[in-house]
C-alpha cells in the first residue's frame, strides 16, 4: 500500500482517490488492457508527483508542466509505453528521462528493479525525495541517458520518456536477448512510438506505434541543447 503525504487532507485524499479511479476507467475506454499496470495507476498518487500549482489538475488525462521546463507526461502515454515494455516482476529496466518520478515509480510498483537516470539535476533530486518518502527502492543516476547506462546492462527493457532523433545503437546493445526497447522517435514537434525488440546481438525487429509528442532527448545521441 502506497503512504500518502503529510500535507494532504484526508478529505483531498478521498477526492484524489474517486479521481485517479475516473482517470484508470478512461484509460480502460482509450484501450489500456494490462489490469496489474490500471491497478497500479489506480494505486499511485500522481498529486504527489506535479507542481503544486497544477495539484488539481493531476488526474486529467494530459502532461503538466514540471520545474525546468519539463514535463510530467500524460498518463495515458506512461500506460501506453508501459504496455509496450510487458514488464515482468525482478525485470531489470532503464528509464531515461525521470523527470517527475511518476513513470519510475509506476515500473517499480510493477515489481520492477528500476534504474532512472535524468540530465538535470533539480529534478533528480525532487524524484528522489518523494521516492525516499514513499521507500521505493529507485536507482537514481544524473547524466545523459541518450547513451545509457553501460554500466548496469543488460536489461529487460529501456523506455525512453523524451524525443530522440533516431534510435540510438548502444541503447539496443545494452538490451537482453528478447530485451524491449521503447523510444519515441521523430522531429521536435512530434515523434511515432518504436518498439524494438532484440531477437539476437546482430538482429531486432522494430514496430512503430502511434504519434506522440515529447520533450526533446538532449545528449549525445539525442538534439543539441542550443538548438
Ligand atoms: N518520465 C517522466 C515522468 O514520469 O515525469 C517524464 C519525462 S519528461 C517528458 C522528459 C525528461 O527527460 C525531462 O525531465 C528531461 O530533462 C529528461 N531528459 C532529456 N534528455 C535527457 C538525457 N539525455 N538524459 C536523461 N534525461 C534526459
New binding site residues.
Partial sequence: MVKLNQGITFKEQNLFREKRQLLVKSLRNKGITDEELLAVMEELPREL?VDPPFINRAYDDT?LP?K?M????QPYT?AYMTELLCVKPSHKVL??????????AILYLLGAKVYT????PE?LNNAKDIFEQMGFKINCFL????IGLSKFAPFDSIIV??AAPSIPNRLIEQLKIGGRLVIPIGSKSYQTMNLIIKHTDNNYQLIEKDTFK??????DN?WNAEN
Avoid: H, M, N
Fill in positions: 508527483f502532461a514540471i525546468c519539463q514535463t510530467i507526461s506512461v528509464e531515461i528521462g525521470t523527470g517527475s518520478g511518476y513513470q519510475a537516470i535524468e540530465r538535470i529534478l547524466g545523459d541517458g541518450s520518456t523524451a515529447f520533450v526533446p532527448l538532449i545528449g539525442g
